[in-house]
């Protein structure tokens, strides 16, 4: 499946590949800034967690089989079917009249998303000659880091100067553009294999993914983990995980080959994305609520807060993307995951004596440690495979990657909120003392306005608590840190390379 693009139509498609990553990635952290505004009018707050839980379902599920898709039918048609999806969603979304409107138009962003995501990375791949390729990843990791950044300052601007609504109606000039620059600029061979679609594997990943979704998002908050719903969940999950994998193995043509993961460089690249993910998901969520909740900062805004780790994440994501063509994977992979290791060792030092300077160097470290991961792994993933089997390899790395961050929100969410109520117990004679407004999250308990309730004497108390829980959960996440560095050894020798059929100008004719 070759790709025609003239070498000055590159830089249009490239664009085009960005801005519709910069919207997928940015379309989170933008809507969470959002959420108290949108809660206030349209009410819902039991069920505001479906917001954005439709959106990661749904992106999630569709990233394997899109780009299984893409593979047998051709990238183009499926990335500029996900920028018109998720700019129907964005409009609806606007539009929505109640939570739960909301929630459904988002899981339609979340399809598009779905579809745009792997199947850009895969484009990139196909269009631009090897010599570009490095520097052009690192581009597309830095802007996974830098819609961190924004997505919350752009998100609470637009949100207290223009309205809710257009954190969804942006999307539409961004969309429009970005569906100009492919639909018109990039030319895709009309040449492509027909495959057998594996609807059963689709049905069932679908299901499980769900499944398990709902299930860690509802688990502790709206049932108790032990009750029928979540149990039932699970057992679903279950079920539907072992009916995928039968099929799977039996499928001629299946969402995710198994056999993929026989070579070294590629199931190295899903255990690292995998294990890192979560690792640093675990920081990005916990460093904010350290320095709101136990050092009293008053900036709520996590883009604010995260903003050294972010920064740093788009350093070493770039430098990784340019160092690719000169260095092994594993050269570039081993320091810098290393660095994350370090970095999550020392934010298990992290006290009420802290100080914020100290911190930013420790969110530094752990932002240099995960940047590489972002655009080395996405190349070395389809290294060894062939063009039409590129798709799949790269929405694999995605879903594989989403997955382990959503596991470690859940697993390490539950890890500090059992610590938490440990040690306060521990710090109160086994009772919180009344009227000191201790609540289960540490956002609500420790705002500025809380605080100011808060007897001196108590507040030392639920500070220490925090933080040591917090602490607590960072010492756990070093174990999925250290895996994903074991995981770089066995990358082998390989480094960016041009593979087997791909000429001067990547199958370009």
């Known amino acids: 499946m070759a790709q025609v693009v003239k070498k000055n139509n590159i830089g249009i498609v490239v664009a085009g590949l960005l801005l519709g990553i910069l919207m997928a990635s940015m379309d989170n952290t933008i809507v969470a800034t959002a959420m108290g505004t949108i809660i206030g009018e349209l009410g819902g707050l039991d069920k505001f967690v479906w917001v954005t839980s439709a959106y990661m379902v749904a992106e999630m599920a569709g990233m394997p089989i899109f780009g299984k898709l893409s593979d047998m039918y051709g990238r183009k048609r499926f990335f500029v079917f996900g920028i018109l999806l998720f700019m129907l969603g964005s409009i609806l979304c606007g539009t929505a009249n109640s939570i739960v409107e909301l929630s459904l138009y988002r899981a339609i962003q979340g399809i598009g998303a779905g579809a745009m995501v792997p199947t850009a990375f895969t484009i990139m791949f196909d269009a631009v000659p090897i010599e570009s390729r490095g520097k052009l990843t690192g581009l597309f990791g830095a802007v996974f880091g830098m819609s961190s950044i924004f997505g919350p300052l752009l998100g609470a601007y637009i949100t207290d100067y223009i309205g809710w609504e257009w954190v969804f109606y942006i999307n539409l000039p961004l969309g429009l553009i970005a569906f100009v620059f492919i639909a018109f600029f990039y030319k895709e061979s009309p040449v492509h294999t027909k495959q057998r679609i594996d609807w059963l594997g689709a049905f069932t990943l679908v299901g499980a993914v769900v499944c398990l979704m709902f299930a860690l998002e509802l688990g502790g908050k709206e049932y108790a983990w032990n009750s029928s719903v979540i149990l039932g969940l699970f057992a679903g999950f279950a079920l539907l995980s072992i009916v995928f994998l039968i099929t799977e193995t039996r499928a001629e043509e299946p969402i995710i080959s198994f056999s993929m993961f026989k070579m070294r460089l590629y199931s190295s690249s899903n255990v690292i994305g995998m294990f890192s993910g979560a690792a640093f998901i675990t920081a990005s969520v916990y460093i904010p609520i350290f320095i709101q909740g136990v050092l009293g900062g008053t900036a709520t805004n996590s883009g604010l807060v995260l903003l050294p780790m972010m920064v740093a994440s788009v350093v070493t994501a770039t430098m990784g993307g340019f160092l690719m063509t000169k260095v092994k994977y594993r050269s570039i992979m081993i320091p810098t995951l290393a660095l994350l290791v370090v970095g999550m060792i020392l934010l298990t030092t992290l006290s009420t004596g ?8 420790y969110m530094i470290l752990t932002g240099l440690g995960i940047g590489a991961s972002f655009s080395v792994l996405s190349s070395a993933a389809i290294q060894t495979f062939s063009i039409r089997q590129r798709g799949s390899a790269t929405s694999t790395l995605n879903f594989l990657r989403s997955m382990g961050m959503t596991l470690g929100i859940t697993v390490f969410g539950i890890i500090q909120s059992h610590s938490f109520s440990n040690k306060l117990a521990a710090l109160f004679g086994g009772q919180a003392p009344s009227g000191a407004g201790i609540s289960s999250d540490p956002h609500e308990l420790l705002s500025p306005a809380g605080r100011a309730n808060i007897p001196p004497e108590v507040l030392n108390k639920i500070t220490e608590g925090l933080s040591s829980s917090i602490a607590f959960t960072f010492a ?22 041009r593979t087997e059929g791909e000429s001067e100008f990547a199958g370009g004719h």
């Open 354 to 361: 802290t100080s914020r300077f100290v911190v930013t160097l």
């Open 476 to 497: 756990w996440a070093i174990i999925p840190a250290v895996i994903g560095l074991a995981a770089a050894f066995f990358m082998g020798r390989d480094k960016l390379e």
